[in-house]
């Protein structure tokens, strides 16, 4: 079964660092989404990209967040000054049309 | 925006009972309604979803309802087992249909 793929699993990283997160979605499928879920919450939506440009954002991507889809394959999540409040584990989904999402396995990012 | 208020957050039941979980969401024009049951450190998984021109959807042990008018829907799983033990999450599309706005989550526990 087709999966989506990110890394790293766990990044560790200090307040005020940037750190990218990677995903590899599904490759017949047009839309990209990331998510993030802080410990014990919600999933909580941040971005949707279709057809190489962002579809939507929710108001938790604000400008320290971008996202890119570099070459075919990679859909990636910058973050550009990691706060606290940033650690969350972070998913990476996407699908063939508008619904039946298939979520990756996630990273969990922890900003000390 | 979307909101999805689901209910209850805990739910105990014994093995081989049944399990219903409701949830109802604020936006008319959400059409699809997914559920998703989520293990420990895991990511998200789909077990069953509902578009909005169906009223009901059973797979197996599984049955999801939908009722347009009131915007509420529900997740019933029968003869419940041990391995049924997890979060389970509802979603709801959001009014542009690009994203999944999604509950606060249900523990279920299953006790043998």
């Known amino acids: 079964e087709p999966e989506v793929t990110q890394t790293p699993s766990h990044q560790v990283t200090q307040m005020g660092q940037e750190v990218i997160l990677r995903c590899v979605p599904i490759s017949n499928h047009l839309y990209f989404y990331w998510y993030r879920q802080i410990l014990g919450q919600k999933v909580e939506f941040l971005v949707s990209f279709y057809n190489n440009e962002i579809s939507e954002k929710s108001e938790i991507f604000d400008d320290q967040f971008s996202v890119e889809r570099p070459d075919g394959s990679n859909f990636t999540l910058k973050i550009r000054s990691t706060k606290l409040e940033d650690s969350a584990m972070y998913f990476c989904a996407s699908s063939g049309g508008e619904w039946g999402y298939t979520f990756g396995s996630g990273t969990r990012l922890t900003v000390v | ?112």
């Open chain 2, 1 to 112: 925006g979307e909101n999805v208020e689901q209910h209850p957050s805990t739910l105990s039941v014994q093995e081989g009972d049944s399990a219903v979980i409701k949830c109802t969401y604020s936006d008319s024009a959400s059409n699809y309604f997914p559920w998703y049951k989520q293990e420990l450190g895991k990511r998200p998984q789909l077990i069953i979803d509902i578009r909005s021109n169906v009223g009901e959807k059973k797979d197996q042990r599984i049955a999801v309802t939908l009722n347009k008018t009131a915007k509420h829907f529900s997740l019933h799983i029968t003869e419940t087992q041990p391995e049924d033990s997890a979060v389970y999450f509802c979603a709801a599309t959001n009014q542009a249909g690009t994203a999944l706005i999604f509950g606060k989550g249900t523990t279920l526990s299953v006790s043998s």
